[in-house]
T-cell receptor, first 112, second 116 residues
Framework: QKEVEQNSGPLSVPEGAIASLNCTYSDRGSQSFFWYRQYSGKSPELIMSIYSNGDKEDGRFTAQLNKASQYVSLLIRDSQPSDSATYLC????????????FGTGTQLKVEL | SQTIHQWPATLVQPVGSPLSLECTVEGTSNPNLYWYRQAAGRGLQLLFYSVGIGQISSEVPQNLSASRPQDRQFILSSKKLLLSDSGFYLCARGNTGTPGGTDTQYFGPGTRLTVL
């Protein structure tokens, strides 16, 4: 079982819609969770981090964490074509110090 | 601001040739530094990380090595490249002096390596 799993997509949503990206993880003791956005050919850029159960909002982005169910999600409201990218979920696993384990990413396409 | 530089941006090397990729960080002292590789269609794989000068931890046994000769310089090397070494190499910095389990990582622009 992969430690961090994401649906590879592509996930297609129309412009203006809400995009919902999901990530599950296997280590129940994981404490820190991150979402990165990666445009084609570019390096990942940090969007959000979340550490506690519940929702965390930053502009059009909302991260949701449910440790009991071992999933973390990212909602993008009012999706724009510029949001089209691959979204990487990263988890800091128990006992891993500062090391992050990444999912393989979900490709998001926002269509006009 | 804290900036990460990586060079070269792209590199094409023959199998069996040596490799040296450099990462430098500006605007911070004693950062945690990380080397990742992203192979085509695959996730990010942590290769090495360093919490200070001369301190290197290796995550994956392979023909790569890393060194940190200066506080803000992190070098990835190989004596003989393999075809499987092709990929997108990313340097990341963490925060300074963060205790275990609390770091946030930010990536540099990356080096795209093709081994032929």
């Amino acid at each position: 079982q992969k430690e961090v799993e994401q649906n590879s997509g592509p996930l297609s949503v129309p412009e203006g819609a809400i995009a919902s990206l999901n990530c599950t993880y296997s280590d129940r003791g994981s404490q820190s969770f991150f979402w990165y956005r990666q445009y084609s050919g570019k390096s990942p850029e940090l969007i959000m981090s979340i550490y506690s159960n519940g929702d965390k909002e930053d502009g059009r982005f909302t991260a949701q964490l449910n440790k009991a169910s071992q999933y973390v999600s990212l909602l993008i409201r009012d999706s724009q074509p510029s949001d089209s990218a691959t979204y990487l979920c990263a988890v800091r696993v128990t006992g891993g110090g500062n090391k992050l384990t990444f999912g393989t990413g979900t490709q998001l396409k926002v269509e006009l | 601001s804290q900036t990460i530089h990586q060079w070269p941006a792209t590199l094409v090397q023959p199998v069996g040739s040596p490799l040296s990729l450099e990462c430098t960080v500006e605007g911070t002292s004693n950062p945690n530094l990380y080397w990742y590789r992203q192979a085509a269609g695959r996730g990010l794989q942590l290769l090495f990380y360093s919490v200070g000068i001369g301190q290197i931890s290796s995550e994956v046994p392979q023909n790569l090595s890393a060194s940190r000769p200066q506080d803000r310089q992190f070098i990835l090397s190989s004596k003989k490249l393999l075809l499987s070494d092709s990929g997108f190499y990313l340097c990341a910095r963490g925060n300074t002096g963060t205790p275990g389990g609390t770091d946030t990582q930010y990536f540099g622009p990356g080096t795209r390596l093709t081994v032929l």
